[in-house]
């Protein structure tokens, strides 16, 4: 309990002290996000949403690398801007894998309540799929994000593999992804205020900081937070591994 504590108080410790690089970095990627936004809106061909997904994939990554150098690294070499070379596009090769990964994991198990719920649809009801595919996403987090502290290596110029990554991690999984829940739960009554008073509906569903409130106007800038958030709580367990290492 004592490092989901400490990853969760370092969340808001962190963004508290790199308050200025966090606002111009994940600002920009907001600005951005919303011009892809509205080019999504009045373009729908498939060419203009392969553009639109790769190009926020970018933005995504690039703020991601800059914000892990600004928490690990400091200095001018931290500058906050959005920018892709070969540092960024090695971070989002691992990224791929990362997901194919998650994916193979993961996949027969929905696959499985697919099957069920096909067959057995009166037995299975939605929301009690809903919430088995929840479980398992959370069964699978714990793994992939001690797997995912390959990232932060690679965004401050000192690779690990993913070999090593899960052999000194170990510990850290379960605590990053309850911190996740944590910052879920705090931001929760944010997001269901900016429901209300945007129009959406007053839902009491699990905190989703992670996804997008139901305000397609907001969304981006959920999108920017929740991003710096998650990456945030990857920085802080790296520096823990970093610790052990060390």
Request: a positive charge; glycine letters at 6%.
């Amino acid at each position: 309990m004592g490092t989901t504590v400490r990853l969760f108080k370092g969340t808001f410790e962190a963004l508290s002290a790199n308050f200025r690089e966090f606002a111009k970095l994940y600002g920009w990627l907001a600005v951005a996000s919303y011009f892809l936004f509205l080019v999504s809106l009045f373009s729908q061909g498939a060419t203009v949403i392969f553009l639109v997904a790769a190009l926020s994939a970018i933005f995504c990554v690039s703020a991601s690398v800059r914000w892990h150098r600004v928490l690990l690294v400091g200095g001018a070499s931290a500058e906050p801007r959005l920018q892709f070379g070969r540092r960024e596009a090695r971070y989002f090769a691992r990224m791929l894998i990362l997901a194919g990964l998650g994916l193979v994991v993961i996949a027969p198990f929905l696959m499985f309540l697919l099957w069920l719920q096909a067959e057995w649809r009166d037995a299975v009801p939605g929301p009690a799929a809903q919430l088995a595919s929840i479980c398992s996403a959370y069964l699978v987090l714990p793994a992939l994000m001690r797997c995912s502290l390959v990232l932060p290596s690679i965004a401050v110029d000192r690779p690990v593999t993913l070999k090593d990554a899960w052999r000194e991690s170990r510990g850290l999984g379960v605590p990053m992804m309850l911190a996740i829940i944590a910052v879920d739960l705090s931001f929760w009554p944010i997001n269901l205020v900016l429901n209300l008073l945007l129009g959406g509906s007053a839902s009491t569903d699990f905190p989703n900081i992670l996804f997008s409130p139901q305000i397609p106007a907001v969304g981006p800038l959920f999108d920017a937070v929740s991003l710096a958030l998650l990456t945030t709580i990857l920085t802080g367990g790296y520096y823990i591994m970093q610790e052990r290492i060390d």
